[in-house]
């Protein structure tokens, strides 16, 4: 079993930035793929980083290329999210799941464990 636990979240102005941390327990997560995805109020999950194990390949929503880089920290078992020239749009609550897997999606239907997910709030 695995446990995902988010931490980074917080509320900034836009054109800010933001490191997303996603720490994970109980078991290793090598060999594991990993993700973030967002849900603000209202709307359904919405896909925003992948990356493989080790971490050479990553992939983006169209929303957050350019913006968002996804990276991993294999000896601390974490994955990080930066997040620079934040826009109100991207207010929701941010989730890390992992998915044994290693083929990208962007479904959440891929993924088996997620993590409780942390606040980030971009004001105007």
Request: charged letters at 20%; one cysteine or more; glycine letters at 4%.
């Given at each position: 079993q695995v446990q995902l636990i988010e931490s980074g979240g917080g509320s900034v102005q836009a054109g800010g930035s933001l490191r997303l941390s996603c720490a994970a327990s109980g078991r290793t997560v090598s060999n594991y793929a990993m993700g973030w995805f967002r849900q603000a109020p209202g709307k359904e999950r919405e896909f925003v980083a992948f990356i493989s194990w080790p971490g050479g390949t990553t992939t983006y929503g169209d929303s957050v290329k350019g913006r968002f880089t996804i990276f991993?920290?294999?000896?601390?078992?974490?994955?990080?999210?930066?997040?620079?020239?934040?826009?109100?749009?991207?207010?929701?609550?941010?989730?890390?799941?992992?998915?044994?897997?290693?083929?990208?999606?962007?479904?959440?239907?891929?993924?088996?464990?997620?993590?409780?997910?942390?606040q980030v709030t971009v004001s105007s």
């Open positions: 991993r920290d294999n000896a601390k078992n974490t994955v990080y999210l930066q997040m620079n020239n934040l826009k109100p749009e991207d207010t929701a609550v941010y989730y890390c799941a992992a998915t044994v897997k290693w083929v990208p999606s962007s479904s959440t239907r891929w993924y088996e464990y997620w993590g409780l997910g942390t």
